[in-house]
């Protein structure tokens, strides 16, 4: 291809919004062009390296067996409806109606069109097991689409779906799946981590995250300096934290603290450690169909609520902070809030103060974390305003449901190892996920295995963010002046660029090079441009192709140069030289 003749814009600025190196080396170099929020057309270059990034995947997944297919962007409500998903998913999901009143979704993933094709079309466990995947658009009307590609909108994803007679095979598969996504992303030159995942609260049972490492990613990631353990913070485990400070022992006693209604506050009234704390974090949960409940979550005082587990632990669709207006129309008291019924043994204490008898009966749901099993001496708000209760003894309420709800913090020892645990910023390019059946069974989608008799299919799912991938090779690979691909991924893999085009013997040795490049299989450009030079060497950087060959003034003396847009380092060669060295470091 000549540069003449493409459409690359290639901007001097960038746009207002933008504050990622990828977002904007993206835009500038011509790469995709913005349409509306989260929406962006790929241009020539842009659609030449996401179609090399799908070649990668495509060709990877094809080698261990799974076979693309391509599915409808449009997708029946009715199918939504029958997983349950219509609800669930949230504002995410575009719903729309067609002339003649049918409802349909645009689909943000594919489990339920997935699961609808293989109850059409597999029916006996011979012809198990199956991996069907494609490549294609997605649409998730996203709360905050940003960052360029990162977070769009409409955008590409990978996504397949295994279907497997047992739980046993699915795992086999699953294994297949993260060594096959291992290669994927090792060939587009990025450095990552396999991480644990949220599995979510609808089913599913393990779940794995590939994220590329970078400053601006937008999970945190918890990493064991000790081994090899690594998890998403949302779903990141920690040995239990002990501690050394001394436990204000106390009877159970209601304690009269004025005005005092944070953990700080408490810490320095009683002289407690905050591990002798009871924090209590209200939220509230939304269900289904907009249902909610006031749901009261309880840590230890030096613990912060991880929003995801507590959502899990409920099977909410999402928690949203409660206003005091809503906490006090359950009868709680906002910054004296506790365990509900511990209040009830305080009263039966002889020679207690009194207590507020419909205190004792508030019928709010509550869960506890682990860090709580079993706790002694903690104090905790009485449920009455200026009351806390000291000389807790947890262990004395009955039916309490314990869970993981505590964010695992920097520092924390690893659940593996003992090790220190760190975060890390990541970009999550891939998860994939043992669903089970979670579809299936709704959905009705069963097989006759050897016995004749029928069952649902065990299902995996996988994803990639294909489109996504183009952002995340940019924020690991760029310098201040632009991007730089990575051969495997790159719009082209060299440029020869011809310093003055109206020189006629630069002109015509730019030509044979070119020439020369291509025949040797070569995805090589010619920047045969009536442009300045320092303007073509300020686009070959801003666009980054891994390699240039300058056709300059120096070819009076039979020498070009050999640039690496890496190192910027350039070497001034004869011709011939700079063009076998050149396909000797491509092949
Ligand atoms: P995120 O937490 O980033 O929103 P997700 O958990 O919703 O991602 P999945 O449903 O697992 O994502 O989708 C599979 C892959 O699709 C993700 O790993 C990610 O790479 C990509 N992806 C998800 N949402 C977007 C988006 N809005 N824009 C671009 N890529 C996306
Ligand atoms: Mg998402």
Partial sequence: MRFSKML????????????????????????????????????????????????????????????????????????????????????????????????????????????????????????????????????????????????????????????????????????????????????????????????????????????????????????????????????????????????????????????????????????????????????????????SEIVLFFLRGNDELQEVKAANAVGANELVDASEEELEAVGLVPGYMGPVDLIRNVGAMEGAPPYHEERAHLNVRMVFDEGLKDAKNMICGANEKDYHIVGADLSVLKDLEFTDLAQTQEGDACVKCGGKLSYTKGIEVGHIFQLGTRYSEPLGATFLDQNGKARPFVMGTYGIGVSRLLAAVIEQHHDERGSIWPLSVAPFEAVVIVGNIKDEAQKETGETIYRQLLDAGVDVLLDDRAERFGFKMKDFELIGFPYAIVVGKRLADGMVELVNRQSLEKRELPVEEAVRQLVETIR
């Fill in 8 to 291: 690359i814009p290639t901007l001097k600025e960038a746009p207002k919004d933008a504050v990622l190196p990828s977002h904007i080396y993206l835009v500038r170099g011509g790469f995709i062009h913005q349409v509306a929020s989260g929406i962006y057309d790929f241009l020539p270059l842009g659609k030449k390296v996401l179609d090399k990034v799908r070649t990668i995947v495509k060709e990877e997944l094809d080698a261990a067996g799974s076979q693309e297919v391509q599915l409808g962007f449009v997708t029946p409500a009715e199918l939504w409806k029958k997983s349950g998903r219509y609800e669930k998913y949230g504002a995410e999901l575009l719903r729309f109606e067609d002339r003649k009143g049918n409802e349909f979704v645009l689909g943000p993933t594919h489990e339920e069109m997935m699961v609808e094709l293989a109850k059409q079309f597999v029916s006996s466990y011979k012809q198990l097991p199956l991996n069907l995947y494609q490549i294609n658009l997605k649409f998730r009307d996203e709360a905050r689409p940003r960052f360029g590609l990162m977070r769009g909108r409409e955008f590409i994803m990978k996504d397949g779906y295994s279907f497997h007679a047992d739980r046993e095979d699915m795992i086999r598969e699953f294994n297949l799946m993260e060594a096959t996504y291992r290669k994927i992303f090792t060939r587009m030159g990025l450095d990552f981590r396999v991480v644990e995942a949220d599995s979510g609260a609808i089913g599913g049972e393990g779940s794995k995250e590939f994220m590329v490492l970078a400053d601006s990613g937008e999970d945190t990631i918890v990493v064991c300096e000790g081994c090899e353990y690594a998890a998403n913070i949302e779903a990141a485990k920690r040995k239990r934290p002990e501690t050394e400070a001394e436990a204000p022992e106390a009877d159970l006693n209601k304690f009269h603290t004025p005005g005092i209604t944070t953990i700080e506050d408490l810490s320095r009234f009683f002289y407690v450690d905050p591990h002798y704390l009871v924090k209590t974090v209200a939220k509230k949960a939304i269900y289904d169909e907009g249902r």
